[in-house]
């Protein structure tokens, strides 16, 4: 089976001065976690769509899922972790207790501030995670990567033909996720920047998946006024 998971356990910090989490803030006439459940929802290969949100806020997901999509059977709202690996272990937990979980069992974990994914990087994550059992969906680096490992002078300048910038969603069987990261050492789970690292750190291989330049994630004010803009440009196609 496959599992939609988003991630929308986040307080949104970075988006300013706001007064609910930034996947609650509206554009074109909706939440913007709306607009990224509506684009799994149009997906026939999901056996459901698991999003987690922050306790304090589950009610209110639940309210605007109703609102603006309806009552679904295909749509469960739960309670995120601490983390965001953790997030993503309650709704492996969520699958086991619900469904039945096994070595075929695949999760496609994606943030809920990134509603421009597009239904063929769907599709290349669920047929990569069955066939390599890990992709991370990445484009490109344009810019040249600098790296410092003290925030005061250059460590080392990788090339950027070997660098990407990686996007979400991220997808996995979700057994081996699970069974990794609980493998994992508290040193180890704290240098974590994403779930793809949990298997990489263990040498198992992440397969790539493109991405598009427009798949942004919405952090910052700035990007709330890229997204009405492209919102406008999908209108008018």
């Given at each position: 089976m496959v599992f939609s998971v988003i991630l929308a356990g986040g307080t949104g910090n970075r988006m300013g001065n706001t007064d609910k989490p930034k996947q609650f803030l509206t554009i074109k006439n909706k939440p913007i976690i709306i607009h990224t459940i509506e684009k799994f929802m149009s997906?026939?290969?999901?056996?459901k769509i698991i999003v987690l949100s922050p306790s304090m806020w589950i009610d209110h997901t639940k309210r605007i899922i109703s609102k603006y999509i309806g009552e679904s059977?295909?749509?469960?709202?739960?309670?995120?972790?601490d983390t965001r690996n953790e997030t993503i272990m309650n709704s492996i937990d969520y699958i086991e207790?619900?469904?039945t979980l096994d070595d075929d069992t695949i999760i496609v974990t994606h943030d809920s501030v990134r509603p421009f994914l597009t239904h063929r990087i769907?599709?290349?994550?669920i047929d990569a995670a069955k066939?390599?059992?890990a992709c991370d969906t990445v484009i490109p680096a344009t810019d040249t990567i600098v790296e410092s490992t003290d925030a005061n002078v250059?460590?080392?300048i990788p090339e950027r033909k070997n660098m990407y910038q990686g996007q979400t969603?991220?997808?996995f069987k979700a057994k081996q996720l699970r069974d990794i990261y609980r493998s994992l050492t508290d040193d180890e789970k704290n240098i974590l920047t994403d779930a793809a690292k949990i298997l990489v750190l263990k040498g198992h291989n992440v397969h790539l998946v493109n991405g598009e330049t427009y798949n942004i994630k919405i952090t910052y004010p700035y990007d709330l006024k890229i997204a009405r803009s492209l919102l406008e440009d999908e209108e008018n196609d």
């Open positions: 997906e026939p290969h999901f056996e059977d295909k749509i469960t709202v739960i309670a995120g972790g207790k619900n469904y769907i599709k290349e994550n066939k390599h059992g250059i460590s080392a969603p991220q997808s």
